[in-house]
């Protein structure tokens, strides 16, 4: 088992992830924001790389990006940072990004240099499940990193079941169809959609994200996964002055 998997085993509820932009505020500033999450007690992480066209994110997270790839951002320098982070971070680390970056870098060299560097799994949004499956699914699974699927209100049963099947981590449950950084919907009809999902019994277990900003979301969110996942209002908290500084208190005001 990987990190990721070893986390969900040994705990099922109320699991916080923090997403950030890798090269955002600073271009050096990646792996010293993971070590004062993770001391600040964040459960996991997910590492934005940037894209100059991220079609699922908001502003904010838009903004971090446009600055971290004029910071001077990209794999080959994210890896550099990162070949030492398991010195000091010990919870598991997801990379979070588009497909195009990862093909132009090459999906086999890809998957091998993120397990040399200590991560656990990827999230590509724009990754088509059939290309996975019949194209890089082994690249994955001989590195032993998750590859972490997202489920939307308007996913099909039937494509929800495949994605348990191809899944050995966690199901990515957005909120909503709409990019990042809105307001948790808890209308009637996202709980309709939560439920069914429970009533699915799925063998995954499963993670909110998207408009997940505070305790309130945060606790609605685990009342239907087992945990959730903070994005733009952690970002926007890096663009203040003496953010290192900042990220316990917004943890614990969170959890």
């Known amino acids: 088992m990987n990190r990721l998997q070893k986390l969900f085993k040994n705990k099922t509820n109320s699991l916080l992830s923090i997403y950030f932009t890798a090269g955002y505020p ?4 990646t792996v010293a924001i993971a070590e004062a999450l993770e001391k600040s007690g964040a ?28 910071n001077g951002m990209t794999l080959n320098v ?17 990379l979070m990004g588009y497909v195009n970056p990862i093909v132009q870098y090459g999906v086999e060299n890809f998957c091998k240099k993120a397990t040399e560097v200590g991560v656990d799994g990827v999230i590509v949004p ?7 499956e019949a194209l890089y699914s082994k690249y994955f699974i ?12 308007q996913t099909t049963e039937d494509r929800i079941r495949k994605i348990d099947v191809l899944s050995n981590a966690f199901i ?37 994200g998207f408009g997940i900003s505070n305790k309130t979301n945060f606790d609605k969110a685990c009342e239907y996964a087992n945990g ?9 908290l890096l663009g203040e002055d003496g953010y290192l500084d900042k990220i316990s208190a917004f943890i614990k005001s969170i959890k």
């Open 43 to 70: 459960d996991f992480l997910e590492i934005g790389f940037p894209y100059s066209d991220p079609v699922a994110d908001g502003p904010t997270i838009q903004h971090s990006s446009e600055i971290a790839l004029e």
């Open 126 to 132: 724009d990754l088509p499940m059939y290309e996975y």
């Open 172 to 208: 990515y449950l957005l909120s909503s169809s709409s990019i990042t950084g809105g307001s948790l919907d808890v209308s009637t009809g996202i709980e309709d959609y939560y439920k069914r999902i429970q009533a699915m019994k799925l063998k995954n277990p499963m993670i909110i």
């Open 26 to 29: 600073e271009l050096n500033s």
């Open 142 to 153: 001989d590195n032993n990193l998750s590859n972490i699927f997202l489920v939307t209100p």
């Open 78 to 94: 994210l890896f550099e940072q990162l070949k030492d982070l398991r010195k000091t971070v010990s919870i598991p680390i997801l």
């Open 228 to 236: 959730a996942i903070v994005g733009s209002a952690f970002v926007k």
